[in-house]
T-cell receptor, first 115, second 113 residues
Framework: AQSVTQLGSHVSVSEGALVLLRCNYS??????LFWYVQYPNQGLQLLLK??????LVKGINGFEAEFKKSETSFHLTKPSAHMSDAAEYFC?????????????FGSGTRLQVQP | DTGVSQDPRHKITKRGQNVTFRCDPI?????LYWYRQTLGQGPEFLTY????????KSRLLSDRFSAERPKGSFSTLEIQRTEQGDSAMYLC???????????FGPGTRLTVT
């Protein structure tokens, strides 16, 4: 079964600093990979996805992620944090090999942005 | 495109009562998913439909849970004889048949007292 590990349940950065949220997956075949953001008491919004095209994926709100097969990683970055980026971020995978579309999520990383 | 909608947004019920939630997916989306999210955790898959057919159910979906999508449009999730452990956010998502992206609704927060 696939699994996703998000290192760091809480990350705090200063406004304007680099944001780095880590995600590692376990799968013998590279899966589809997603990053979602969740604001308090809301559903999830898709930030970006990797589906085997370019390894560097650009998403909304200035976020991007790089797929590294050798490291089984899909870390999310943003060059300069904004106060509005404070939220919970989830990495998720689905199985490209079987075509099963159900998402398996990591446990999330709460991003705090300090003024 | 009005997005995925869920009703109600909040539900408080007493243990032992039955509850039903509704999800209206994006109109042209064939696939509909239900997830459950407990505090401090990522969403966990419960079940999914392709049109009106329920194609997969998680082992998390005990016998007290049932989901339907009778006409391939909206879906309902019913929990019978609710328990305190059922307290969670129930999220619905939809996608195109060939799509990788799932679009989520705002969720229904269930509190069982």
């Amino acid at each position: 079964a696939q699994s996703v590990t998000q290192l760091g349940s809480h990350v705090s950065v200063s406004e304007g600093a680099l944001v780095l949220l880590r995600c590692n997956y376990s799968s013998s075949v590279p899966p589809y990979l997603f990053w979602y953001v969740q604001y308090p008491n809301q559903g999830l919004q898709l930030l970006l996805k990797y589906t085997s095209a370019a390894t560097l994926v650009k998403g909304i709100n200035g976020f991007e992620a790089e797929f590294k097969k050798s490291e089984t990683s899909f870390h999310l970055t943003k060059p300069s944090a904004h106060m509005s980026d404070a939220a919970e971020y989830f990495c998720a995978v689905s199985d490209k090999n079987t075509g099963r579309r159900a998402l398996t999520f990591g446990s999330g990383t709460r991003l705090q942005v300090q003024p | 495109d009005t997005g995925v909608s869920q009703d109600p947004r909040h539900k408080i019920t007493k243990r032992g009562q039955n509850v039903t939630f509704r999800c209206d997916p994006i109109s042209e989306h064939n696939r509909l998913y239900w997830y459950r999210q407990t505090l401090g955790q990522g969403p966990e898959f419960l079940t999914y439909f392709q049109n009106e057919a329920q194609l997969e159910k998680s082992r998390l979906l005990s016998d007290r849970f049932s989901a339907e999508r009778p006409k391939g449009s909206f879906s309902t999730l019913e929990i019978q004889r609710t328990e305190q452990g059922d307290s969670a956010m129930y999220l619905c998502a939809s996608s195109l048949l060939q799509g990788d992206e799932q679009y989520f609704g705002p969720g229904t927060r269930l509190t069982v007292t």
